[in-house]
């Protein structure tokens, strides 16, 4: 079983190869919204090569990224949880790339019936309530440049890539805080030779020294992936 999405990597082959006949290779596009909040989950994505956030927007205007969804999750996990719509949450691409898609209603179909796929979504979304909740904890108790170096970490063990395509303003609206906070942390980053930052690019050049900078949560939820879904995300 060859696959770029280590969440159904982690499926047993035949449960796989048995989704995989109801499955369509897409692209997503930078700023494609999938889902909105309160609408109906039609589709499910597993992304390949691409980077999902999953934002709140408060009335005021204001965004805050919950979760980033990549090569290790999937896109509505409302479908199989006994709701099919979205909550307060928007799913929107901020890296561009291929994914997997499958009508939300033949997923949920599988789950109901097939224990063993079941088995490994419930485990995954275990693991991803872990990830939102650490977000939480993080988002209140950890700087701006623990933050930051956290974020690079995860969206790069997603795409599998040391690059990153984004600005400025998209990564304080990902963190919650200000453009110029961001560039400020950004700056002192590539000082210590840690990142580079090219126009709307960031470059990670030593993973290692971004770890030591980064706070325990990115650790922290590696390893809860790893206990549930028994693959190593190693950089």
Known sequence: MIT???LLA???PDVYKQLKNNMEQIELLYGEILNLPGEIIEEV??????LISVTVTMMDGMTVEAGVVGSH??????????????????????????????????LLDEF???????????????????????NVACNRLHTIEQRMARWLLESSDRLGSDELFLSHEFLSHMLGVRRA???ETANHLQEKGIIHCGRKKIKTIDPQGLEKISCEC?????EEYDRLLRFKLER
């Open 112 to 134: 109901d019936t097939n224990k063993l796929l079941r088995d490994v979504l419930l485990k995954y979304t275990q693991a991803y309530i872990a990830q939102i909740s650490q």
């Open 45 to 50: 994505y597993f992304p390949l090569t691409c």
């Open 181 to 183: 906070g961001i560039t």
């Open 4 to 6: 770029e999405n280590l």
């Open 10 to 12: 982690a499926l047993p």
């Open 218 to 222: 990115y650790q922290v939820i590696k």
């Open 73 to 106: 999750e999937m896109v509505g996990i409302n479908a199989f949880m006994g709701g099919r719509e979205t909550t307060q949450t928007e799913y929107i691409v901020q890296v561009p790339g291929r994914a997997v898609k499958m009508k939300a209603r033949l």
